[in-house]
């Protein structure tokens, strides 16, 4: 089990990122959550298996269609133990 942040740069507010984030955390296993912040990039937390997470961050990184990633930096943190993924 592992633990990843991350801030997503780019067009990725008014797109429906979050959206597009919490189907692909369902779809690969994760839970944690995701956010805008208010400086335009999108703020994610995911945990589970470091393989599924690797999977949901890849995900991320394409991005939805209509969408634009130009940057994307994961770090790790400590597990917390999400039960579920949700938009924040």
Do not use: C, H, K
Not at 5 to 22: M, N, W
Not at 64 to 78: H, I, N, Q, S
Request: proline share 3%.
């Amino acid at each position: 089990m592992i633990g990843r942040r991350a801030v997503i740069s780019g067009r990725v507010q008014g797109v429906g990122f979050r959206f597009f984030a919490e189907r692909a955390a369902r779809e690969e296993g994760v839970r944690g959550w995701v956010r805008n912040l208010s400086d335009g990039t999108v703020e994610t937390v995911a945990e589970g298996e470091e393989a599924a997470v690797n999977r949901y961050l890849d995900r991320l990184q394409a991005g939805p269609r209509g969408g634009l990633v130009t940057r994307m930096e994961p770090e790790e943190v400590p597990v917390s133990g999400f039960s579920f993924f949700e938009i924040r």
